[in-house]
């Protein structure tokens, strides 16, 4: 049925509302020869990497190898792949992979996450066989977000696997992973709001059994790896809390507290034609690949519409810096319903590089609450920073899409499932703001959508600010504000020492849909203030809690949750490493 995120009849969260006739379409250039040719290269380099990185293993396993024709699996298959969700599916792909029936448990992390990269870079190739296919609007943007998930899950996968083979950082290693499930996760459920046809067909043929593949590479490093469990209901014990970071004199650290005037930036966008660049799509393509160096892009005030920004994967290290929240404004009004994308697809600014940084800007989208999925930001980058911005829309506000992300003192503006992704994310000294919704609309602030327990993601809102804007502030008795609904099956979401306006309904959060996930959700409330903070009349849900350990409530924070007293401190922006102001 045609149900938005609140469980109530609203067109465009399932499938698009047949009435509605798309007004503007994006335009998608037809694919030449040199698509495939970048899709054949990509996956031959994958190959490669595969190749190299396992060649040490596979050498070793086939010279203790002494099966047969017909392999059985192994006490250390068995083992394995009895932690996983998928355990045939498991067990079937491990006995595939050549010497692995001498493996041991340890080399079976190697050998999971080796079979599903091989499987991802078949899939981007094979998919972008049929590029040069008719495809209308919608069919087209969905088909478009896979092939583009699929290529940095690629990347994602390489990379966890070249740390499981150099034995690097397991927090690396688990974000990647977990992101490369997302990334699946975001791919498939775009395909399933387009009708069922050829293009739709050929896609889940070529995707199959990709999530299951991931969800077991995901659970067999998260038993094997050396950290406690931190990914089920309730938390186990972790590391103890981290202390604020010491600051440093280079003058990269002090980039985010640096005055405009007195920065040197790589490149000046300016509206009015005195910088380098009229326009940030200009500048984004002038940036340069895979820097390692922090390159500044400084937007001028002024308001900057240009359809879907997006800096990519290989645009890493960038940070964009603007005049300031209200005067450098990055807005669009491109919407799921009108005009027939996917949600993914209507962002007017996205990131997915690592090491993304935005200072003073806005993002607005302007499309409006009877427009239904608008996302101004969505940012997918790991480590990303987003600092003094405003965030504005209705419905899909903000899209934490996907790995390590740190907000602060920001303003953020919405309606429906306003703060929404399955980054591991923490917010600290925002300003979150509920607007008044549509007629029969509930406000929620969050849909968290962590689909399987081994996820290392979760929204962490900390010491800061929930209050009604003018419009709600008016007739908040008609239209009651929750701190969120789950969106997927293992949602995890907590407030921390958070001030709560009086607009916050008494129960605090809301079913998605009757009793999913109320037992495997992980919501929780630790000494939050204000008139909307009572816990008295909360939810009475198995995966709600009232937090009361100091040790629980801290895993939550910016060096636990999302390691940041490791890299927060190289982007000069102020964070409270633990709890305690």
Known sequence: M???????YQPGRNRPDASLKPTRSPSHPTPTSNSKLKFAFIFAITLIIVSLVSVGLVVRLRTRHTGGSHPRPTAAMSQVCGR???????????????GAQSASVTEMNHISINVTLQRFGKALYTSSEISNLEMDTHVRSAYEDCLELLEDSVDQLSRSLGSVTTKGSSEDVMTWLSAALT??????????EVENGYVKQQMDEKLKDLSELVSNSLAIYAATSDKDDFYGVPIQHRRRLMSYPKWLGRKERRL????????????????????????????????????????????KAGRYEEDNLKVGRKKTNLMFVGDGKGKTVIT????????????????????????FIARDITFENYAGPARHQAVALRTGADHAVVYRCSIIGYQDTLYVHSQRQFYRECDI??????????????????????????????????????????QNTGISIHLCRLVAQPDLEASKSS????????????????????????????????????AFALDTL?????????????????????GYRVITSTIEASRFTVAQFIYGSSWLPSTGVAFLAGLSP
């Open 2 to 8: 045609d149900y938005d995120r609140l469980g109530n």
């Open 84 to 98: 996983t969700r998928y355990q045939s599916l498991c067990l079937d792909s491990l006995l595939n992979f050549p």
């Open 183 to 192: 990334n699946q996760d975001t791919c498939i459920e775009g395909l399933s």
């Open 256 to 299: 985010l507290q640096t005055p405009v005037g007195s920065m040197q930036a790589d490149i000046i966008v300016s509206k009015d034609g005195s910088g380098t660049c009229k326009t940030i799509a200009e500048a984004i393509k002038k940036a340069p690949e895979f820097s390692s160096r922090r390159f500044i892009i400084y937007v």
């Open 332 to 355: 669009g009004g491109i919407n799921r319903v009108v005009d027939n994308v996917t949600t993914f697809h209507t962002a007017s600014f996205a990131a997915t590089g690592s090491g």
């Open 413 to 454: 503006y919405g309606t429906v499932d306003f703060i929404f992704g399955n980054a591991a994310v923490v917010f600290q000294s925002c300003n979150i703001y509920a607007r008044k919704p549509m007629p029969q609309q509930k406000v929620t602030i969050t849909a968290q959508n962590r689909k399987d327990p081994n």
């Open 479 to 514: 239209f009651p504000t929750y701190l969120g609904r789950p969106w997927k099956l293992y949602a995890r979401t907590v407030y921390l020492q958070t001030y709560m306006g009086d607009h916050i309904h008494p129960r605090g959060w809301l079913e998605w849909n009757g």
């Open 522 to 542: 992980y919501y929780g409330e630790y000494m939050n203030n204000g008139p909307g903070a009572g816990v008295g009349q909360r939810v009475k849900w198995p």
